[in-house]
Every structure is written in structure tokens, then in C-alpha cells.
């Protein structure tokens, strides 16, 4: 059996949790979850139990339904741990539903293809014996998209790992692209861009434990607030391979030559074919970097200073309004104002005079600037060159969009700021994970909305979920919203909840509350997901956001790319042979 494996600080090798993020043992330490504890226990009338899950071996699964051909064996698993671990995503109802021991869907049995040709023969094996065959970067989804929950009408279900898939193949310095593997993890791309100098500088949450090819299909945003941020900006061309052939794009910077057939696989979630390697525009590593922070009264009247930069065009690398509670849950605030986290990075040129621009924005917004921010420093090449050259892959490096100011700048109350909520941003997945055994119920959504509704849909929001948390008997709970990117013409605003979860009644709970959510954001003229992708759990309300016609489309795409209807069945569209 092949694990995936990263390396940690100490450089030892750690394996893979079957049923929450990252590691085993590599959340919080007792310390924390005391910590934890002791912040949310009254209020949350916490017992102090801490659910653990049961080991892989004690699971009852059914026994696999299909059998590898001899060609195909030396990549197939039926291991406990791999299917159970191949199961689920990491969403809060994956996590409940793992802790329980209840593996609803486990894939009968996981493939690892070691090359494209591989790729081609899982999937004339599928589509020959009717097996459905969902695709597995990273594992990292959060809204069912990896489960193998096919419906009826099939042999069994597969999925189809691309781990072994994770190399940089080749890298054009001239311009500036690389052509890279779909099963590369974030940590691995840039390790193999960096002796190189670049990077592709796409850092989402789930970084460390998400793949290229994971990416592409969801449609993933990235760490930069503004600018190129979805990897739709990015990619130059793919290859992709379908049950009907293999469909690879014309390697170009832009082409009028009538609808790109990149789009039609960016986002598409597997259901098209499995994409195997994509040519992606990458950039040199940042040497000069500022940022600071300011304080709004409220979430509300911080909005048109972050309307502001985002029409400017100084386009900052990083750009967080954080509510009160949320800041202060993260260590960024006091809990009496929402904070602004701005900051700017180039590979080129000194950014010091975009951050004092933005800093006479907020400030003509009512922003209260925090420490030094605006003020010239935050730029020694040398310094910041050398801190690129670091081989150690951990996002709380790599994955800072805007790391703190070079030499010269300070410890500034703006700098703690950037600096607290990196390592909460980074650390909050392991943090879930203890939440949700400590009974804590823990759910994110995200959408996107044009500015004239921004306001509204955050209100209607935050009522239609206080409202459903009451209704499943968690009134103590609380809801916090941060914008995590931001547009000239809109932003996107991912809200948090956490309360107490009755233990043997949280998937109802959640539930509820999810589907106060997902018709507030649809009412409010958001998107039903801006970066989350679809999935399982999505599908409701992706139903309702697209146009019908297009739905009609992109079925018929499907019956032709995937006759057999056997790649990812159920997700964007309806399973079908």
C-alpha cells in the first residue's frame, strides 16, 4: 500500500489521517485543547469527552464488490485504511460521520495509476464493467465531492488516487509557465518550482493536503485577495483523460478561437474525464513585501475601505476584513472592532508606496491604522531572497501571501496582526478537528456578491443561521464573517459557525443549518460557493443558480466525453448509463 507522506519540521515521516486533516497527532497539543476548552466550554455547556475515532481495522465495511484485472492489480488497494480513508472528504459531517465509525460509502477499491497510460486503462476497465470512478487528489473536499456515493446501477465504485502523479515536468523560465503532474500536492509544486526561483503562489487553506489537479476541477481560489486568484487565471492549457480519448488544449497566453476548451474542465469536479497534467503560469518568488492593519467600529462600516482598494487598482496581495468575534477567536483583535488586514508583495519593485496609498484610503473610510503601516521599509532583497530559498514546504512559509515587513519595519501592532491570523489561518483545520470531538458543531460557507448586495446578504445571512441554530436548540452559538477575496465589482464573505452539538444529533443539526445557509446566500444573490466547488452537498442549489439550458449542455457533454456515465456519478449532474 502506498501512503502519502509529508515531511514534518523534524524531518520524520508521518502517515496520513484516515479520518480528519493532515497527520496523525499533528493537531493541537494538550495545552491548546484546554485552551479551547476553557474558551468555549460554559458557553457551550462542553462534557470534557473527546470522541476518538475508531481505528481503520474496526471498521465494518462491506467486502469489495469488484476484482482487479491482472493489469491493474499492482495499483489496487482493499486495504481498511485506504478505503476508509478514501471515503470521505474532511467536512464537519465527513468528520462526525468517521468519528461514529459510520463509512457509509467506502470505494471498493483504490487505485493508485503510476502514469497517464494507467489513468487510460482504469477507466476503460470502468466504463467496460460499469464501475463509476471518482477521481482523489488531496482528499481535502468539503462538500462531498470525493465520497463515492454513486446511487444505483453500478458494479462498484473506485477511486482513482493520482498521488503518484506529482511531478514538475517541465518548466519554461521564458514564459514563465511549467508543465506539472494533477496529483502534485501544494507543498511538493513548489518545492520542485523553487530551485527554479518561482512559484505558482496558490496557497488555499487547504494547501498542504490538496493537489493541482484537485484544484483545477474545483475551480479553487487561492491566497491572493485580489488579482489572479482563481486558477482559472492560471492555467494555459490541460490534458485531460475522458472515457472517450484524451482531450489536450493548445498551449497559448489567450485565444480567440471561439469557447475555450479549458473552461469546459476547470471546475467540471471529475465528472468529464480525470485531468492529468495541466501547463500553469507560474512567477518569480516575492523579495519585497509590507503589510499592516486597521480598525473599523464594525464588519459593516469597514466594507467601502475594502470597496475602495479593490476599485483602486493597487490590487493587495492580501485584503481580510475580519469581524470582531472572529478576530478575536483568531488573536488579532480585542473582540470590539473588525480588523483589516492588508498587504502588498512583487518580485520586481518595492511595494512601500502601494501600501501608503492604501493606508490613505482606509484611513479617508474611518479606518484607525495599527503601528507603522504606509511608513517606507519592508524591503531588503537580500534578506527576503534568502528566506525564498527555504526548503521547508509548511504554509506558515510558503502559503503567506503577505509575510511581514523585511528589516527596518519593526514589530508593529499591523505586523502581529498579519502574523496572528497566518498561524490561525494555517492551524484552523487541525483546530475543527478537536473542536468537532470536543461536541462543538463547526461549519463554513462561502459565496460571492456584488457590492449593492453585500450588506443585505451578510444580514440575511447571519439572521437565517442564528435563527437555525436556535431551532436545533444551540442558541449559544455564534456566527463570524471575514471577506476572504475581493473583487472591483463584489467580494466574497465566508462565514463560520460554531455551537454546542447535541452528541448522536449533529448531522441533523447541521443540516438544518446548512440549508438555512444555502437558501440565504441564494435569496441574498450570492453565489451558492466561490471556491468550495459543488459537490454532493452543493448540488440542491447548483441546480437552481445555473441557467437550465446550460444544465441541458452540460449533460450532453457528459454523454459524450462519459457515454457510460461512470466518472464521479451524481456530482453536477444527475447519474445516467
Same mark, same amino acid.
Given at each position: &500500500?502506498?501512503?502519502?507522506?509529508?515531511?514534518?519540521?523534524?524531518?520524520? &515521516?508521518?502517515?496520513?489521517?484516515?479520518?480528519?486533516?493532515?497527520?496523525?497527532?499533528?493537531?493541537?497539543?494538550?495545552?491548546?485543547?484546554?485552551?479551547?476548552?476553557?474558551?468555549?466550554?460554559?458557553?457551550?455547556?462542553?462534557?470534557?469527552?473527546?470522541?476518538?475515532?475508531?481505528?481503520?481495522?474496526?471498521?465494518?465495511?462491506? $467486502?469489495?464488490?469488484?476484482?482487479?484485472?491482472?493489469?491493474?492489480?499492482?495499483?489496487?488497494?482493499?486495504?481498511?485504511?485506504? @478505503?476508509?480513508?478514501?471515503?470521505?472528504?474532511? *467536512?464537519? @459531517?465527513?468528520?462526525?460521520?468517521?468519528?461514529?465509525?459510520?463509512?457509509?460509502?467506502?470505494?471498493?477499491?483504490?487505485?493508485?495509476?503510476?502514469?497517464?497510460?494507467?489513468?487510460?486503462?482504469?477507466?476503460?476497465?470502468?466504463?467496460?464493467?460499469?464501475?463509476?470512478?471518482? =477521481?482523489?487528489?488531496?482528499?481535502? *473536499?468539503?462538500?462531498?465531492?470525493?465520497?463515492?456515493?454513486?446511487?444505483?446501477?453500478?458494479?462498484?465504485?473506485?477511486?482513482?488516487?493520482?498521488?503518484?502523479?506529482?511531478?514538475?515536468?517541465?518548466?519554461?523560465? &521564458?514564459?514563465? #509557465?511549467?508543465?506539472?503532474?494533477?496529483?502534485?500536492?501544494?507543498?511538493?509544486?513548489?518545492?520542485?518550482?523553487?530551485?527554479?526561483?518561482?512559484?505558482?503562489?496558490?496557497?488555499?487553506?487547504?494547501?498542504?493536503?490538496?493537489?493541482?489537479?484537485?484544484?483545477?476541477?474545483?475551480?479553487?481560489?487561492?491566497?491572493?485577495? *485580489?488579482?489572479?486568484?482563481?486558477?482559472?487565471?492560471?492555467?494555459? *492549457?490541460?490534458?485531460?483523460?475522458?472515457?472517450?480519448?484524451?482531450?489536450?488544449?493548445?498551449?497559448?497566453?489567450?485565444?480567440?478561437?471561439?469557447?475555450?476548451?479549458?473552461?469546459?474542465?476547470?471546475?467540471?469536479?471529475?465528472?468529464?474525464?480525470?485531468?492529468?497534467?495541466?501547463?500553469?503560469?507560474?512567477?518569480?518568488? $516575492?523579495?519585497?513585501?509590507? #503589510?499592516?492593519?486597521?480598525?473599523?467600529? #464594525?464588519?459593516?462600516?469597514?466594507?467601502?475601505?475594502?470597496?475602495?482598494?479593490?476599485?483602486?487598482?493597487?490590487?493587495?496581495?492580501?485584503?481580510?476584513?475580519?469581524?470582531?468575534?472572529?478576530?478575536?477567536?483568531?488573536?488579532?483583535?480585542?473582540?470590539?472592532? =473588525?480588523?483589516?488586514?492588508?498587504?502588498?508583495?512583487?518580485?520586481?519593485?518595492?511595494?512601500?508606496?502601494?501600501?501608503?496609498?492604501?493606508?490613505?484610503?482606509?484611513?479617508?473610510?474611518?479606518?484607525?491604522?495599527?503601528?507603522?503601516?504606509? @511608513?517606507?521599509?519592508?524591503?531588503?532583497?537580500?534578506?527576503?531572497?534568502?528566506?525564498?530559498?527555504?526548503?521547508?514546504?509548511?504554509?506558515?512559509?510558503?502559503?503567506?501571501?503577505?509575510?511581514?515587513?523585511?528589516?527596518?519595519?519593526?514589530?508593529?501592532?499591523?505586523?502581529?496582526?498579519?502574523?496572528?491570523?497566518?498561524?490561525?489561518?494555517?492551524?484552523?483545520?487541525?483546530?475543527?478537528?478537536?473542536?468537532?470531538?470536543?461536541?462543538?458543531?463547526?461549519?463554513?460557507?462561502?459565496?460571492?456578491?456584488?457590492?449593492?448586495?453585500?450588506?443585505?446578504?451578510?444580514?440575511?445571512?447571519?439572521?437565517?443561521?442564528?435563527? =437555525?441554530?436556535?431551532?436545533?436548540?444551540?442558541?449559544?452559538?455564534?456566527?463570524?464573517?471575514?471577506?476572504?477575496?475581493?473583487?472591483?465589482?463584489?467580494?466574497?464573505?465566508?462565514?463560520?459557525?460554531?455551537?454546542?452539538?447535541?452528541?448522536?444529533?449533529?448531522?441533523?443539526?447541521?443540516?438544518?443549518?446548512?440549508?438555512?445557509?444555502?437558501?440565504?446566500?441564494?435569496?441574498?444573490?450570492?453565489?451558492?460557493?466561490?471556491?468550495?466547488?459543488?459537490?454532493?452537498?452543493?448540488?440542491?442549489?447548483?441546480?437552481?443558480?445555473? $441557467?437550465?439550458?446550460?444544465?441541458?449542455?452540460?449533460?450532453?457533454?457528459?454523454?459524450?466525453?462519459?457515454?457510460?456515465?461512470?466518472?464521479? $456519478?451524481?456530482?453536477?449532474?444527475?447519474?445516467?448509463?
Amino acid at each position: &500500500m502506498v501512503r502519502r507522506q509529508h515531511q514534518r519540521d523534524d524531518q520524520a &515521516m508521518a502517515r496520513r489521517s484516515w479520518w480528519g486533516w493532515g497527520i496523525e497527532g499533528g493537531g493541537p497539543g494538550d495545552a491548546e485543547v484546554a485552551a479551547l476548552e476553557d474558551l468555549l466550554g460554559a458557553r457551550f455547556g462542553l462534557d470534557g469527552h473527546r470522541q476518538e475515532p475508531p481505528a481503520p481495522g474496526d471498521l465494518e465495511l462491506p $467486502p469489495p464488490r469488484v476484482t482487479p484485472p491482472p493489469a491493474l492489480a499492482d495499483l489496487a488497494s482493499a486495504s481498511s485504511e485506504d @478505503r476508509a480513508g478514501h471515503a470521505m472528504g474532511k *467536512s464537519y @459531517r465527513d468528520v462526525v460521520r468517521a468519528l461514529r465509525g459510520e463509512v457509509v460509502h467506502p470505494p471498493d477499491l483504490v487505485l493508485r495509476p503510476r502514469n497517464e497510460a494507467d489513468v487510460v486503462a482504469v477507466l476503460d476497465w470502468c466504463t467496460s464493467n460499469q464501475v463509476a470512478a471518482v =477521481a482523489y487528489g488531496g482528499g481535502s *473536499s468539503v462538500v462531498g465531492g470525493v465520497e463515492p456515493d454513486v446511487g444505483e446501477g453500478y458494479g462498484g465504485a473506485v477511486s482513482v488516487d493520482l498521488g503518484l502523479l506529482d511531478k514538475v515536468v517541465e518548466v519554461d523560465p &521564458m514564459s514563465r #509557465s511549467a508543465r506539472i503532474q494533477a496529483g502534485a500536492l501544494g507543498p511538493s509544486l513548489e518545492a520542485q518550482l523553487r530551485p527554479s526561483g518561482l512559484t505558482l503562489r496558490h496557497f488555499p487553506q487547504s494547501f498542504e493536503w490538496s493537489t493541482l489537479g484537485g484544484w483545477i476541477a474545483t475551480r479553487a481560489g487561492g491566497h491572493f485577495a *485580489s488579482g489572479p486568484t482563481h486558477i482559472d487565471d492560471v492555467v494555459e *492549457s490541460l490534458r485531460v483523460v475522458t472515457p472517450a480519448g484524451i482531450v489536450e488544449s493548445r498551449r497559448l497566453p489567450a485565444s480567440g478561437a471561439g469557447p475555450s476548451p479549458d473552461r469546459l474542465f476547470i471546475g467540471s469536479e471529475g465528472v468529464l474525464g480525470i485531468i492529468t497534467e495541466a501547463w500553469v503560469r507560474v512567477r518569480p518568488r $516575492p523579495r519585497w513585501r509590507s #503589510s499592516g492593519s486597521c480598525r473599523f467600529p #464594525s464588519f459593516l462600516a469597514g466594507l467601502p475601505a475594502v470597496q475602495a482598494l479593490a476599485q483602486s487598482g493597487l490590487q493587495p496581495a492580501n485584503c481580510r476584513l475580519v469581524d470582531p468575534l472572529e478576530a478575536v477567536m483568531n488573536g488579532v483583535g480585542s473582540g470590539s472592532e =473588525a480588523v483589516l488586514l492588508v498587504g502588498f508583495e512583487s518580485a520586481d519593485h518595492p511595494v512601500d508606496a502601494a501600501a501608503r496609498r492604501a493606508a490613505e484610503l482606509v484611513a479617508d473610510h474611518g479606518g484607525r491604522l495599527d503601528g507603522s503601516w504606509g @511608513r517606507p521599509g519592508g524591503g531588503d532583497p537580500a534578506q527576503a531572497g534568502a528566506g525564498s530559498r527555504r526548503t521547508d514546504p509548511a504554509p506558515a512559509t510558503d502559503t503567506d501571501a503577505v509575510a511581514t515587513p523585511g528589516p527596518g519595519a519593526g514589530g508593529t501592532a499591523g505586523d502581529d496582526a498579519n502574523a496572528g491570523w497566518r498561524a490561525a489561518f494555517v492551524r484552523a483545520p487541525y483546530l475543527r478537528d478537536v473542536l468537532v470531538q470536543l461536541g462543538v458543531l463547526c461549519e463554513t460557507f462561502e459565496t460571492a456578491v456584488t457590492w449593492d448586495r453585500l450588506a443585505a446578504l451578510h444580514d440575511a445571512v447571519v439572521s437565517a443561521v442564528t435563527a =437555525a441554530l436556535a431551532e436545533v436548540g444551540a442558541s449559544a452559538g455564534t456566527v463570524t464573517c471575514r471577506l476572504t477575496h475581493v473583487y472591483p465589482d463584489g467580494a466574497a464573505p465566508y462565514f463560520t459557525v460554531l455551537a454546542p452539538a447535541r452528541r448522536g444529533d449533529e448531522l441533523r443539526q447541521w443540516s438544518v443549518v446548512k440549508q438555512a445557509a444555502s437558501e440565504a446566500l441564494l435569496a441574498g444573490g450570492g453565489s451558492i460557493t466561490h471556491h468550495h466547488a459543488v459537490g454532493r452537498d452543493h448540488r440542491a442549489w447548483y441546480d437552481r443558480q445555473r $441557467p437550465d439550458l446550460f444544465a441541458t449542455v452540460l449533460r450532453a457533454a457528459k454523454g459524450v466525453l462519459d457515454p457510460a456515465g461512470v466518472c464521479n $456519478p451524481g456530482v453536477l449532474v444527475d447519474p445516467f448509463r
